[in-house]
């Protein structure tokens, strides 16, 4: 379903399978189970790569802490619950920020969930709070629901999240209380957002990506948070 590397280390791939789990390559090259079930989104932590995430079906998040070679489960609430969260269910992690201030690295273990009744926030795969929109849940007919975040190097964060249909921006996820905007839809009632991204190095910039046959409605492309 998903596939996860790093920048900095080539022999970090971690990759989740229908019915098998995830699978974490070695330094051999060689492919070993981390975890089973059926494997879904997963990630490995942008500033520290012995800690990695990743989930099974319906939100069943876990969190490793020797870089995806075993897993224990967060305490996400309702995890695996599929009244809770979609079969695939995306995460993301917030990108960290240099204070310049300490001189120390902060927000280096947030992670976001997309669940039916809004998004969670956690810190180190604990601490968990629903930050909204509630009630997003699942368009009718779209196969997955995506999310996609992007910070500046200040900590200032974009987040987005879409149902497959209605699209939402929130320009502040790390408030106690973030504001959530509804933003207009790219396509019409009877189409699916099937995948959204945004650019690392520009928060404002995102993209939309529409499932279906009908010409000319595929990639739509926002320069100013949607």
């Known amino acids: 379903y998903r596939i996860s590397?790093?920048?900095?280390?080539?022999?970090?791939?971690?990759?989740?399978?229908?019915?098998?789990?995830?699978?974490?390559?070695?330094?051999?090259?060689?492919?070993?189970?981390?975890?089973g079930s059926d494997g879904m989104d997963n990630y490995f932590n942008s500033s520290d790569n012995m800690i990695a995430y990743a989930c099974t079906q319906n939100g069943g998040l876990n969190r490793s802490v020797n870089s995806g070679f075993s897993f224990q489960p967060t305490l996400l609430p309702n995890a695996g619950n599929s009244t809770s969260y979609p079969w695939i269910t995306p995460i993301v992690q917030q990108p960290p920020n240099f204070n310049t201030g300490s001189?120390?690295?902060?927000?280096?273990?947030?992670?976001?969930?997309?669940?039916?009744?809004?998004?969670?926030?956690?810190?180190?795969?604990?601490?968990?709070?629903?930050?909204?929109?509630l009630?997003?849940?699942?368009?009718?007919?779209?196969?997955?629901?995506?999310?996609?975040?992007?910070?500046?190097?200040?900590?200032?964060?974009?987040?987005?999240?879409?149902?497959?249909?209605?699209?939402?921006?929130?320009?502040?996820?790390?408030?106690?209380?973030?504001?959530?905007?509804?933003?207009?839809?790219?396509?019409?009632?009877?189409?699916?957002?099937s995948a959204i991204a945004v650019n690392p190095a520009n928060r404002d910039e995102v993209w939309a990506v529409v499932g279906g046959y009908t010409a000319s409605t595929k990639v739509f492309r926002s320069t100013n948070a949607g």
Request: hydrophobic share 35%; net charge negative.
């Open 5 to 35: 590397t790093t920048k900095n280390v080539e022999d970090n791939l971690l990759g989740g399978t229908q019915d098998n789990g995830h699978f974490r390559r070695n330094s051999n090259g060689d492919f070993q189970q981390a975890m």
């Open 135 to 193: 009630g997003i849940g699942q368009a009718g007919g779209a196969y997955d629901c995506s999310l996609a975040v992007s910070s500046l190097e200040n900590g200032n964060t974009n987040l987005y999240v879409t149902n497959g249909n209605a699209f939402w921006a929130c320009l502040d996820p790390l408030a106690s209380i973030p504001t959530w905007l509804p933003r207009p839809s790219p396509v019409g009632p009877n189409d699916i957002i």
């Open 103 to 133: 001189g120390q690295w902060e927000n280096t273990d947030v992670t976001y969930v997309y669940s039916l009744n809004g998004v969670w926030r956690g810190f180190f795969g604990a601490d968990w709070g629903n930050i909204g929109p």
